[in-house]
């Protein structure tokens, strides 16, 4: 499964980002998507609403999940993982039978 991460650092761990450089923070995070059986795509750093991206491959949701409750856990980094789904993917969930009422209707 194909996870978009974003991240934003806490005051405490920009100023581990700041101490160890981008490049060591990146081999961090690379391992740590490694080690719990996916891959990283691609990494950015940014400046704005969030100041790292991660595109990775996982094996399944609740790995992903106990990536996030282990960063965020830690302090350093407040984390947003967000599903990816493929179109393939959205053409089969259109498929499945749902019944709902909107309101007011």
């Known amino acids: 499964m194909r996870f978009l991460v ?3 650092y806490t005051t405490q761990g920009i100023g581990g980002l700041a101490k160890e450089g981008g490049t060591r923070r990146a081999e961090v995070v690379q ?3 490694e ?3 996916g891959q990283v795509e691609a990494l950015y750093f940014s400046f704005g609403e969030h100041d790292l991206y991660v595109l ?3 094996p399944d949701n609740m790995t992903a999940a106990a990536l ?3 960063v965020r856990a830690a302090g ?3 984390t947003v993982m967000i599903p990816l789904l ?4 959205i053409d089969e969930a259109a498929q499945v ?3 709902y009422r909107a309101p007011g209707r």
């Open 97 to 99: 039978p749902i019944a």
């Open 56 to 58: 990775c491959e996982l």
């Open 35 to 37: 080690n719990s059986g």
């Open 68 to 70: 996030g409750i282990a």
């Open 76 to 78: 350093g980094v407040d």
């Open 6 to 8: 974003m991240a934003t």
């Open 86 to 89: 493929t179109s393939e993917d």
């Open 31 to 33: 391992a740590l998507i």
